[in-house]
């Protein structure tokens, strides 16, 4: 007979600890593991679909996905890393299956332009980059991974996670920049 831990020391355990016991089908483990995971991953896929209707609901798909195979993780300690891959599977599955769309990647004339106040937010930046750019470089600069990693987890090319990267940071920087010199110019008058 297993002994279940109460939901204070659920609390108290380490993050190992509960995933090995949510890999043996203890509900009130995996349900911990939501509880401490779900704003790190809804923020994760908020930046990557800025939509936060859609990230709330791949979250909770991501969540269901991961309590129907968590008993196939190898190793408890690599569990945030699984959880980012399903993650990142599941986003990309939803992006395949919407309509296909050719992404407009020239720069947009100064009246189309948001205005200030929308430079100003990163993320607003980050969705002019078309979704496979995107995804590399939240994966990079707000997750840390490495080009290797991101390779690995994406499933694109090392050389394109690497060219996604140059040319998305480049045009964030472009963007930013834009909006940096409309200020000083603003404040100069």
Known sequence: MRRRLSGAALG???EASIVALAIFADDAAFSELVRRRQSWLRNLLRR??????????????????????IGTLNSAGAFGAWL????????????RTQSPEVPDTSRPEASELPSTGERLDLDRALAHLVPEVRLCIVLAYNEGMSHAEISESTGLPLGTVKSHIR???????????????NEAHRHAR
């Open 12 to 14: 108290g355990a380490d």
């Open 84 to 95: 980012r891959r399903l993650a990142v599977n599941t986003w990309l599955m939803h992006v």
């Open 48 to 69: 990557l679909c800025r939509d936060p209707v859609l990230a709330d609901d791949l979250a909770q798909q991501v969540f269901l996905q991961a309590w129907r195979s």
């Open 167 to 181: 040319r998305g940071a480049a045009r964030l920087r472009t963007d930013l920049e834009a909006y940096r010199s």
